[in-house]
């Protein structure tokens, strides 16, 4: 399937991205349009204003960042997804809306990284820092404390 987002990706568009390649479609081709007007036609939109995959209110009436858009509207009921999407929300929102000081850290390694490549490299390097913090996460659940 080819996906669109708009360029310049930052920390929702780039867990977005990793989450669909992840756990959605392995084989996801990833376009970048300027104009949210530019979707090509048979791409699926994420993160950015008329898509269904965006920021929206969640059930308990709060704003979802995208990621958090993806996993509802896929059923993706993994409690490490979660978890990372509560990161991701904080890093993207910073709403105070949970409790993840891993946010802020994140956040600045994704700004700084989009400072020095471009959108495709984004995806190639920002994919095993999501590995990382996929599994990082899911060891810390089932030792119900952080792993060494």
């Given at each position: 399937m080819r996906w669109a987002?708009?360029?310049?990706i930052h920390i929702d568009r780039a867990?977005?991205?990793?989450?669909?390649?992840?756990?959605?479609d392995p084989d996801a081709e990833f376009i970048f349009v300027?104009?949210?007007?530019?979707?090509?036609?048979g791409a699926i939109g994420f993160d950015m204003r008329g898509v269904d995959l965006s920021h929206h209110v969640g059930p308990a009436g709060a704003a979802d960042c995208s990621f958090e858009t993806i996993l509802r509207r896929h059923d993706l009921t993994d409690p490490v997804l979660w978890r990372i999407?509560?990161?991701?929300h904080e890093a993207d929102l910073d709403d105070e809306r949970y409790d993840a000081p891993e946010a802020p850290g994140l956040d600045v390694v994704l700004r700084g990284l989009s400072m020095v490549c471009d959108d495709e490299r984004m995806l190639e390097v920002t994919g095993p820092i999501f590995d990382?913090?996929?599994?990082?996460?899911?060891?810390?659940?089932?030792?119900g404390r952080e792993p060494a």
């Open positions: 987002t708009r360029a310049g867990a977005c991205a990793w989450l669909i390649r992840r756990f959605l300027t104009d949210p007007g530019d979707l090509p036609p999407g509560q990161i991701v990382g913090l996929y599994e990082y996460q899911r060891r810390a659940l089932l030792l």
